[in-house]
């Protein structure tokens, strides 16, 4: 999630949250908050059709928090609504975890992969048909061959 976006959840100006970030930047490794590229921002920003113009604006990248960032939000701000957020976040991640390790989600997924060999079988995709005259040849009867041992001249 991004800094403003995390600014908005937590009632906190933008820039606050930066500054309480920066105040304890030991508590985000990278693993846990990174900035944006100029490349990745400007991509979001296309994406949301977020305005170019206007007043104010930022002056730096926004940070990106993972999810380890977004729960360690919640000891750096030090206020109630960033308890509740932190119960809500962790009792969502911890869902969401259970879900993706959920053999229904498993079969999901594969149910996906079918429908796009489907596709793609469908569609004479000369790749997949290469394929599976080379599966089938495979997996078809093996050639005949000379007998070998003690009977071998009786044929």
Request: glycine share 6%; aromatic share 8%; no cysteine.
């Amino acid at each position: 999630m991004l800094d403003a976006d995390l600014a908005k959840i937590y009632q906190v100006e933008t820039h606050r949250l930066n500054e309480a970030v920066k105040r304890n930047i030991g508590r985000f490794p990278p693993e846990f908050m990174f900035r944006l590229t100029a490349e990745e921002h400007e991509s979001l920003r296309s994406q949301i059709a977020i305005s170019k113009s206007g007043r104010g604006g930022r002056r730096y990248l926004p940070f990106a928090f993972t999810e380890h960032g977004v729960i360690m939000l919640s000891s750096v701000l030090n206020s109630e609504i960033a308890t509740q957020i932190n119960i809500a976040v962790v009792k969502a991640f911890i869902e969401m975890r259970h879900y993706a390790l959920s053999q229904n989600a498993a079969n999901v997924q594969i149910a996906e992969l079918r429908k796009l060999l489907m596709l793609y079988i469908e569609k004479n995709d000369k790749r997949v048909n290469d394929i599976i005259i080379v599966l089938n040849n495979l997996i078809g009867q093996p050639p005949k061959t000379k007998p070998i041992g003690f009977n071998a001249g009786n044929s």
